[in-house]
T-cell receptor, first 112, second 113 residues
Framework: KAGVTQTPRYLIKTRGQQVTLSCSPI?????VSWYQQTPGQGLQFLFE???????NKGNFPGRFSGRQFSNSRSEMNVSTLELGDSALYLC???????????FGQGTRLTVV | AQSVSQHNHHVILSEAASLELGCNYS??????LFWYVQYPGQHLQLLLK??????LVKGIKGFEAEFIKSKFSFNLRKPSVQWSDTAEYFC???????????FGTGTRLTIIP
């Protein structure tokens, strides 16, 4: 069974630009969550999607948004990038039967 | 709101030493508890989880954790560590029925051969 796949693995963007990150969950998983990992703040929850609907949201500004498609794949978008958005962005998927999150390898975003 | 505290930021042990990493959480309702491990350059992997039942749970690679409800704690233990256990360890909780995980700040474990 393939794991959670995130693309791209690495990104370098300039301040003010926008970026889209992609996540393909484990087959059959309908819940996809996104987390931001930084040395200073640790792992922080961004949002969770289930069956194409945002079910939970963390405390991030509106520049951070996401969506989920009918095949459960999810994208995360960050607009008007700031230097502080540099982080490892992790995607996790879980089945609606068992609360256990499986994580992808992450996308390392560097904003310069 | 939920919060998780991991008191040890960096732990250094020799091989074969015993390990205990502390985790305390704050939440008024029923929670699920997890320990995740992140080996260098790899993704977060689940070590073990507690949902209900026996408060002593066993995970992969010889790890175990004990849920003590009265202390709001879920400490991770291993009787004899190996060099390959060098990694960062994260304690996490979520409320029953909620996928949102709240993580502790992590404990970096370094095992000296």
């Amino acid at each position: 069974k393939a794991g959670v796949t995130q693309t791209p693995r690495y990104l370098i963007k300039t301040r003010g630009q926008q970026v889209t990150l992609s996540c393909s969950p484990i087959s059959g998983h309908r819940s996809v969550s996104w987390y931001q990992q930084t040395p200073g703040q640790g792992l922080q929850f961004l949002f969770e999607y289930f069956s194409e609907t945002q079910r939970n949201k963390g405390n991030f500004p509106g520049r951070f948004s996401g969506r989920q498609f009918s095949n459960s794949r999810s994208e995360m978008n960050v607009s008007t990038l700031e230097l502080g958005d540099s982080a490892l962005y992790l995607c996790a998927s879980s089945s609606d039967l068992v609360t256990e999150a499986f994580f992808g390898q992450g996308t390392r975003l560097t904003v310069v | 709101a939920q919060s998780v505290s991991q008191h040890n930021h960096h732990v250094i042990l020799s091989e074969a030493a015993s390990l205990e990493l502390g985790c305390n959480y704050s939440y008024g309702g029923t929670v699920n508890l997890f320990w995740y491990v992140q080996y260098p350059g790899q993704h977060l992997q689940l070590l073990l989880k507690y949902f209900s039942g026996d408060p002593l749970v066993k995970g992969i690679k010889g790890f175990e954790a004990e849920f003590i409800k009265s202390k709001f704690s879920f400490n991770l233990r291993k009787p004899s560590v190996q060099w390959s256990d060098t990694a960062e360890y994260f304690c996490a909780v979520n409320a029953l029925g909620n996928e949102k995980l709240t993580f502790g700040t992590g404990t970096r474990l370094t095992i000296i051969p």
